[in-house]
């Protein structure tokens, strides 16, 4: 199955909602997004903490459908809870102060996936929640692949709704001395100027500093410069004679 979805159209998507929901609660001048008041007062989903036992670790969030259930732990004992339809279930040691990006990142994750399910069904619901109906649960390989293009979408989606293009701009202006982009060395390298520039911008937008980085990528807004300049200039290093 082709992707129904163009990383451009999450983009904008992304963006126009947080634009509305801040429009509507008035919080336009805010520099991160409120993205468990976007969950529960504009997409009007619940949001509840639980201890996950599902046995692996990045299990951390899940999409309550009203059908599918969820390992949890509760009053010490293991049980497989069906989540009431609606609700966006984090597992509970992400409450940390230590844990707040990947926190967000996963709320805005579900909540990407509640979206993508209402705004293109016949990739989402039907391949993801209904894998038999679509005609692939017999294949295993191509279930895989949908869901890995499924999870990718909702990644994108995710980084846009934390991350719309108006406030990462606006996190540059203000981190990046004048500069609307941020300069890297050969495939990757960042200066120390360069690193507390995307930290100040991370901090800025309540997520991770991995997170802010893929997102100025993915906004094209960093520049690559050849790593002989890195040598050169903070190594020191001369060139070969």
Known sequence: MRTLLSYRELDELGTALISDYRKRTGRRGADSVDIEGFIRDYLGLRIEYRDFATG????????????????????????????????VVIERRLLTDMNSGRRRFTLAHEAAHYILMRHVPLQTVTFFLMPAESGVAGDPQELERVLSLNEACANRL????????????????????????????????????????????????????SAILNRLGELDMMISRPFREYAERLLRIERAV
Request: charged content about 25%.
């Open 56 to 87: 692996d670790m990045d299990d951390v969030g899940f999409y309550g459908d009203g059908r599918a259930s969820l390992r949890i732990l509760e009053d010490g004992q293991t049980v497989d809870w069906i989540c009431p339809e609606g609700t």
């Open 158 to 209: 995710a980084a846009a709704l934390l991350m719309p293009e108006p406030l990462v701009r606006r996190a540059v202006e203000r981190f990046n001395r004048g500069r609307s982009s941020v300069l890297y060395y050969g495939t990757g390298l960042l200066d120390q100027e360069e690193k507390l520039a995307v930290a100040g911008m991370a901090w800025m937008l309540g997520v991770s500093y």
